[in-house]
Structures are given as structure tokens and as C-alpha cells.
């Protein structure tokens, strides 16, 4: 069964860094691209950015947003995909979700068949 | 930058009738880079079709998708009680890379 699971949410003051982790299990992490997304309280989800397969160079794509302060990173040993937040704001304030494509489209987060139950991060002085 | 606006905001919708929900894209999006979810509150978003009209995995018959260049379409034939929710698209490729619409939240008449 595929599996994502956030954790290292919590509350920060603004100004601070956090970092997410993403552990998963139920396939091969390092065949697939991984994203990450958040959704602010009564919003959409809004895509934070990617990160490919090493298959395809292990580089990353930002929301432009969100470049710069955030950078997201994988260790494929353990089946963990990461986001580093820095600098962040009260807007930042907000559930994050990783996300996994579907196998038909592994390497491109087209769509995101596979969601984990998200982590909520508060930026609040 | 890609805009996905949908419509209607809210859609009151009796058991058992169709439920009509709209995407409108600012610029023409390839439909094999065009999907609709499902989120329910506290859940995470869920994939109901992707490729703008093929249904994901489990996801039932009712629920279809159709359209192409800017505008799409997410039809519920037949609604039921667990179909209540927000209903989201999405589209990639365009500047974002990826952007969803605003949302329509459907709830039983």
C-alpha cells in the first residue's frame, strides 16, 4: 500500500525556519518525482514545487513565491523527500501536503494520484 | 500565468439528480495535463479523473469528465450524500507549472 506521511509541522515564529519531512513506503521512491503543496485555511491547494528522480537529474522546480525561501530535497536510501522553509511569514501559515504522480507518469507531478494527510504549519509572533 | 477559474462557487444539488461543475482556463491547456479532486474536510485532495476524462483508480462511474483547450467540464451523474465536497481542477505545464481553480463546493438540496 502506498504511503505518505508529513511530519515536523508545528508553530514558529515569523522570521524562523522549519523543515518538513515526507516518509514513505509502498513503492520505489527513487523512481518517482515528488511535490509538495499547501493549502492556507478556507483556500485551494497552491503547488510549492518538485523535485525530479535522480532518473531525470534530482532537480527542482519552484512556485516562484516560494523560490528562494524554500528548498526541497530527497534521500532516496530512506524513502524521504524534505522541505526546508525559511524566512517565513504568517502567510506561509498553512497545511502542507507531499504528494506522489501516478505510475503511468512517474517522473512529472501532472497529477498527484497519492496525497499524504498533511502537516500544519503556523507562523505566528 | 494560467488562471483556472470555476463555476458555480456553491451548487445545491438534490440526491440522485446531476451535479454540472465548470473550469475555465485564461489560456488553452493541453488536456492530457488537466485533472479534477475531490476534498472533503480534513482530508487530503483526492484524484478523481485525470487527462481531463479518464477516472482515476476506485473513483465510481458517476463522476465524468469532458472538455478541452479552456474550457472543462466535471459532471456527477446521480449525486449521493458522500459526494459532498469541494471540487478542485488543476492543470500543469503553464506558468505556474501547476495551478488549481478556486473550487466548487457541491451540497445536498
Known amino acids: 500500500e502506498v504511503q505518505l506521511v508529513e511530519s515536523g509541522g508545528g508553530f514558529v515564529k515569523p522570521g524562523r525556519s522549519l523543515r518538513l519531512s515526507c516518509t514513505t513506503s509502498?513503492?520505489?521512491?527513487?523512481?518517482?518525482?515528488l511535490s509538495w503543496f499547501r493549502q492556507a485555511p478556507g483556500k485551494g491547494p497552491e503547488w510549492v514545487g518538485f523535485i525530479r528522480s535522480k532518473t531525470y537529474g534530482g532537480t527542482t522546480e519552484y512556485a516562484a513565491s516560494m523560490k528562494g525561501r524554500f528548498t526541497i530535497s530527497r534521500d532516496d536510501s530512506n524513502s524521504v523527500a524534505y522541505l526546508q522553509m525559511s524566512s517565513l511569514k504568517a502567510e506561509d501559515t498553512a497545511v502542507y501536503y507531499c504528494?506522489?504522480?501516478?505510475?503511468?507518469?512517474?517522473?512529472?507531478?501532472?497529477?498527484?494520484?497519492?496525497w499524504g494527510q498533511g502537516a500544519l504549519v503556523t507562523v505566528s509572533s | 500565468e494560467i488562471v483556472l477559474t470555476q463555476s458555480p462557487g456553491t451548487l445545491s444539488v438534490s440526491p440522485g439528480e446531476r451535479a454540472t461543475l465548470s473550469c475555465r482556463a485564461s489560456q488553452s491547456v493541453d488536456r492530457t495535463f488537466f485533472a479534477w479532486y475531490q476534498q472533503k474536510p480534513g482530508q487530503a485532495p483526492r484524484l478523481l479523473i485525470y487527462e481531463a476524462s479518464i477516472r482515476a483508480t476506485g473513483i465510481p462511474e458517476r463522476f465524468s469528465g469532458s472538455g478541452s483547450g479552456t474550457d472543462f467540464t466535471l459532471t456527477i451523474t446521480r449525486l449521493e450524500p458522500e459526494d459532498v465536497a469541494v471540487y478542485y481542477c488543476q492543470q500543469f505545464g503553464g506558468s505556474p507549472l501547476i495551478t488549481f481553480g478556486g473550487g466548487t463546493r457541491v451540497e445536498i438540496k
Open positions: 509502498g513503492f520505489t521512491f527513487g523512481d518517482f518525482a
Open positions: 504528494g506522489r504522480p501516478s505510475d503511468r507518469i512517474r517522473w512529472s507531478p501532472v497529477h498527484v494520484e497519492y
